[in-house]
């Protein structure tokens, strides 16, 4: 069964995904293999339309192994899809067999100046908290009675 493609380059599943990111021009994120060792950009990164093929022995003969979507994250022993269906999954990395790149969405990691602002604003955010919950917990600890 042969796939059709869209005017975008993409497999008809992906086009409604990519639409709904505000159609990302997919040309300017494309991987890059060969060149200066500092010039290369590959790997898989966040929001990329991927294909993911599972172990067909860990599921129920009949259950669909390939799973289609955007990468949302990326974990030790799991990664996270956002389906063609709309359904968040988390695919344990044992039962994936192979990944197929569809598309690049975003720029690579070290380019990608809104992941990077996005990451130190959470940091700041995390750091706040952490600081006030510090707060919160000394303001009630009563160690008056503890020698040391």
Known sequence: MAKKKTDAGLPEWA????????SPSIDDYESVHNGQLLERRHGL????????????RAFKEG??????????????TSI???????????LARDVIVKIKLVAHTRPAYIDDKELLAFERADMK??????EKVEKEVKGRQDDSHLWG
């Open 15 to 22: 086009v409604p995904i990519w639409e709904k990111m505000g």
């Open 45 to 56: 990164r966040k929001d990329d339309l991927v294909e993911i093929l599972l172990d067909a």
């Open 63 to 76: 259950d669909d192994i390939i799973v289609k979507g955007r990468l949302l994250s990326s974990g030790k």
């Open 80 to 90: 996270e899809i956002l389906t063609d269906a709309g359904d968040t999954v988390y």
């Open 125 to 130: 955010r995390r750091s706040s908290l952490h």
